[in-house]
């Protein structure tokens, strides 16, 4: 009995594998698979370049920005020098800061993080000689902004690092300037001079001395220089840079866990040439901030700034409330040609039960054409000769808002 139980088991295992399917689950790549049930982490998307909202020059005291965080309605940061103070200001008027000098040290304060309890200075930079033994990271009280704060420390060295001799500048793959903090670990992502890759590594968040676990690499084919966290849709976004001095931010977001490049690794190209960028922090997931420090080479000047940039577009179909159904099999028969589309459309739908919508979206998540659909309406003409060349995806969406078909275009 015992072996025949056994191979039942068997038996529905193996038919729950075959009924799972994995591959492209996100309706804005171009290999979107809207028959995969399980992201594995193996979308591609278009090459996107987007321009700030706005743009504005900081007080020369912010020279040299390096990490930034969202804190009690305004923006918190501090400098990457020798500079000792963290400074707290409104987004349109920086000129009107105030700052708080903290008892530690700078040897190189990269990124700044915090939960609810606390901020955390990163003491992560290492890119003089690749050799840095007092790697840290300050956990100060939030009260830090109106009394004296009360500061641990956590020391750590990186688990793949054995090498401590002498670097030349600029050329270590153990640098780090950016960093998040989750409910019970912190998360490095190094900026690899050498292999213009990152590294994931998981610190534990107590004070004390620690290892910094490795725990996988992406190829980002740039130097990340920042990252934030926005819990409630578990997304991370780096910001980063070419060698050309190309920024550029990272959306990571339907992972399992904290496998952050298992999921959706998208990555957005800013239109600030020559903007060094360093900072990036959110309000509420969709809505980023982010800072350059000045930079200077022959006859161009760039001054520091900080910038809002508003992601929606990319984000908005993560966010929904139906993502749950957007990345799952049509549940209705959908028949649309011609595909790839000219000047009119023709959707055949096998039954219309319901009242509802066919939306269209591009590649940026945003919405381009929605028609409605009656209870007399199998068949539909939809006029498409303003939509421009490009991938489409195309929702059969009821009344009440759920998702009832779904499919990819070519125009």
């Excluded at 912010?62 to 923006?75: A, V």
């Excluded at 780090?176 to 190094?190: H, N, Q």
């Excluded at 990252?227 to 997304?235: G, P, V």
């Amino acid at each position: 009995m015992k072996s025949f139980t056994t191979f039942i088991i068997l038996i529905q295992c193996v038919r729950i594998s075959f009924a799972q399917l994995s591959g492209c689950t996100d309706p804005l790549a171009t290999n979107f698979n809207p028959n995969a049930t399980i992201n594995n982490g193996t979308c591609v998307y278009s090459s996107q370049t987007v321009l700030p909202d706005t743009s504005i020059t900081l007080p020369d005291v912010f020279n040299e920005t390096s990490g930034l965080i969202f804190y009690d309605q305004k923006l918190v940061m501090h400098n990457d020098d020798t500079d000792k103070h963290l400074y707290q200001f409104a987004f349109l008027t920086p000129e009107n800061y105030a700052s708080i000098q903290l008892p530690f040290t700078n040897v190189d304060w990269e990124d700044i993080d915090q939960d609810d309890a606390y901020i955390y200075v990163g003491d992560i930079g290492n890119n003089v000689s690749g050799n840095r033994t007092n790697l840290r990271i300050y956990r100060v009280e939030k009260s830090i902004l109106s009394t004296t704060p009360v500061v641990d420390t956590i020391s750590f060295h990186y688990e793949l690092q054995t090498d401590y001799t002498n670097q030349t500048t600029n050329s270590t793959n153990f640098d780090c300037e950016a960093f998040i903090v989750t409910a019970d670990k912190i998360y490095l992502f190094t900026k690899e001079w050498g292999s213009k890759k990152t590294s994931l590594y998981e610190l534990d968040k107590t004070p004390g001395s620690h290892t910094a676990i490795y725990k996988g690499t992406w190829d980002c084919q740039g130097l990340i220089t920042g990252a934030t966290y926005y819990s409630d849709k578990k997304l991370v976004v780096l910001s980063g840079y070419s060698v050309l001095l190309q920024p550029f931010v990272v959306l990571l977001y339907d992972y399992q866990n904290t496998d952050f490049f298992n999921g959706n690794k998208r990555k957005i190209n800013l239109n600030l040439p020559y903007h060094q960028i360093e900072g990036i922090t959110t309000e509420n997931g969709l809505s980023y901030y982010l800072t350059n420090e000045k930079f200077v080479q022959g006859t161009v000047t760039i001054p520091a700034k900080v910038h809002s940039l508003n992601l929606e577009p990319f984000l908005s179909l993560y966010f929904s409330e139906n993502q749950a159904s957007l990345t799952s099999p049509a549940h209705a028969s959908l028949k649309l040609y011609p595909n790839p589309i000219t000047d009119e459309l023709t959707i055949q739908l096998s039954s219309t039960n319901q009242e509802g919508s066919i939306e269209l979206y591009n590649q940026l998540g945003e919405l381009v054409l929605i028609h409605s659909i009656t209870n007399e309406d199998p068949i539909i003409r939809v006029a498409t000769n303003n939509l421009s060349k490009g991938i489409y995806t195309i929702f059969i969406r009821t009344n009440d808002g759920s998702i009832v078909a779904q499919e990819q275009l070519v125009k």
